[in-house]
T-cell receptor, first 113, second 114 residues
Framework: DGGITQSPKYLFRKEGQNVTLSCEQN?????MYWYRQDPGQGLRLIYY???????QKGDIAEGYSVSREKKESFPLTVTSAQKNPTAFYLC????????????FGSGTQLSVL | DQQVKQNSPSLSVQEGRISILNCDYT??????FLWYKKYPAEGPTFLIS?????DKNEDGRFTVFLNKSAKHLSLHIVPSQPGDSAVYFC?????????????FGKGTKLTVNP
């Protein structure tokens, strides 16, 4: 079955630690995205990538970094510079066209120890 | 400044009745609107969309209505079922934008009581 796989489901970060969230898709989609969801809030865009080896900052990129070395993979690193990392992180993908709907993974809940 | 507003954080309806979820937007450039449904600890799934050239789009029990002059859209679920209990996000974008330009509302939590 085609889809988006995020891992791990739950992740804990210690102070000063960088952590990486995995996102893999087998939908052959060109574009991939990372969103953050906080309780009672909408989804906010962190980073997106429309093509391999290229990515763009979203609305809240500070404290995060990404890479896109393969079409299927778009890992997100939450760095120690992100002072409020506790949130639900969602990865999504779409074909590279206007108004194409997003397909989401099942999310990673990141908490700070 | 919120460009997409879902002013009701929660809604509770009886099974079999109609659920109406509302969404308002402020950006007149928005011309494509989507609804996503999200269960706890899962990713959102696409439900239904509408382009600004239409004022209604229907898919089974789900209908979205768009009132461009009022910058308002609504999602109707008829009849509501307990499995519809979830958080519903409204999202909007402008035609010239890609999916990265989607702006999401804060969501409305729907509870359908048996």
């Amino acid at each position: 079955d085609g889809g988006i796989t995020q891992s791990p489901k739950y992740l804990f970060r210690k102070e000063g630690q960088n952590v990486t969230l995995s996102c893999e898709q087998n939908l052959n989609h060109d574009a991939m995205y990372w969103y953050r969801q906080d309780p009672g809030q909408g989804l906010r865009l962190i980073y997106y990538s429309q093509i391999v080896n290229d990515f763009q900052k979203g609305d809240i990129a500070e404290g995060y970094s990404v890479s896109r070395e393969k079409k299927e993979s778009f890992p997100l690193t939450v760095t120690s510079a992100q002072k409020n990392p506790t949130a639900f992180y969602l990865c999504a993908s779409s074909t590279f066209s206007t108004n194409e709907k997003l397909f989401f993974g099942s999310g990673t809940q990141l908490s700070v120890l | 400044d919120q460009q997409v507003k879902q002013n009701s954080p929660s809604l509770s309806v009886q099974e079999g009745r109609i659920s109406i979820l509302n969404c308002d937007y402020t950006n007149s450039m928005f011309d494509y609107f989507l609804w996503y449904k999200k269960y706890p600890a899962e990713g959102p799934t696409f439900l239904i969309s509408i382009s600004s050239i239409k004022d209604k789009n229907e898919d089974g029990r789900f209908t979205v209505f768009l009132n461009k002059s009022a910058k308002h859209l609504s999602l109707h679920i008829v009849p509501s079922q307990p499995g519809d209990s979830a958080v519903y996000f409204c999202a909007a974008s402008a035609q010239q934008g890609g999916s990265e330009k989607l702006v999401f509302g804060k969501g409305t939590k729907l509870t359908v009581n048996p």
